[in-house]
């Protein structure tokens, strides 16, 4: 493995344990509210923490054509991502800046690699061969489930 796709790694990894002790740092210093319902609602452990599968969708070497299919490959992917993100399975996605391939990102709230591995051949752009997902076992703040509610609240004009 090239030593950037490494480094590339370990900095999205590093990022994404960064954001969650900050968050796990404050919520120390609140512990006055905490709403123990909420924590049951999104799955938190005794430390606000649950299990997730981080999955990088990276580039194929069999990438659809420009035209028809692949935009409607596309439109399928944004509905697969709502349709998972509404079963409370997609806790939060996007696009990278395509460095190295890497084109994406879902964290999927499930238990193990099989599960999200299952979910992912769902979606068309893994199905059709435009991306390959890589995925990996990530333990993070339970308050995830939450962004797609405050990305509701906040997008102007859904994708």
Known sequence: MPNNVVRTAGLA??????????????????????????????????????????????????PVPPGPERDEMFKGHFANMKRLADAGKLALAGPLDGVDGWRGLFILAVEDIEEARALVATDPVVA???????????????????????????????F
């Open 128 to 158: 059709q061969g435009e991306m390959v997902p890589e995925l990996h076992r990530y333990y993070g703040s339970a308050a995830l489930m939450l962004v797609n509610e405050g990305h509701l609240r906040v997008a102007k004009q859904p």
């Open 13 to 62: 990894v590093f990022c994404l344990l960064m954001a969650s002790l900050s968050w796990t740092a404050h919520a120390a210093d609140a512990t006055s509210a905490y709403d123990p319902a909420l924590a049951s609602a999104v799955g938190a452990d005794d430390h606000g923490m649950r299990r997730y599968v981080l999955v990088i969708l990276k580039s194929s070497s069999t």
